[in-house]
């Protein structure tokens, strides 16, 4: 189960974390992902991490500006944004994969989605 929340409107140039509740990963390590679509185009994975090793991954319209992290005593994955671009506005969701991701960012490896949560920028 996959539970989002931080999204909201916020400016131009301004930060916003998202948080993601996670339950049911196995301990070795998976895949977890933020990944946002706006209505009537794809879906973009934007960062990913491997929770065994910490490894991270980002795609590169936000590499340097985005951060993924965990906690793994909350079971918490955290996507902290900065120098948010209008770009940005879109649902970011939240997603886990079972097994071996060959590419982490592609949204298809991603089998357990969270409801989503929206980032506006204005």
């Known amino acids: 189960q996959l539970v989002e929340s931080g999204g909201g409107s916020v400016q131009a140039g301004g930060s916003v974390r998202l948080s993601c509740v996670t339950s049911?990963?196995?301990?070795?390590?998976?895949?977890v992902a933020w990944i946002r679509q706006v209505p009537g185009k794809g879906r973009e994975g934007v960062a990913s991490?491997?929770?065994?090793?910490?490894?991270?991954y980002y795609a590169d319209s936000v590499k340097g500006r985005f951060t993924i992290s965990q906690d793994n005593a909350k079971s918490t994955l955290y996507l902290q944004m900065d120098s948010l671009k209008l770009e940005g506005t879109s649902k970011y969701y939240c997603?886990?994969?079972?097994?071996?991701?060959?590419?982490?960012?592609?949204?298809?490896?991603?089998?357990?989605w969270g409801q989503g949560t929206q980032v506006t920028v204005s």
């Open positions: 049911g990963g196995t301990e070795d390590g998976f895949y």
């Open positions: 997603a886990a994969a079972d097994g071996v991701l060959l590419y982490p960012l592609w949204s298809s490896g991603y089998t357990y």
């Open positions: 991490i491997y929770t065994g090793t910490d490894r991270t």
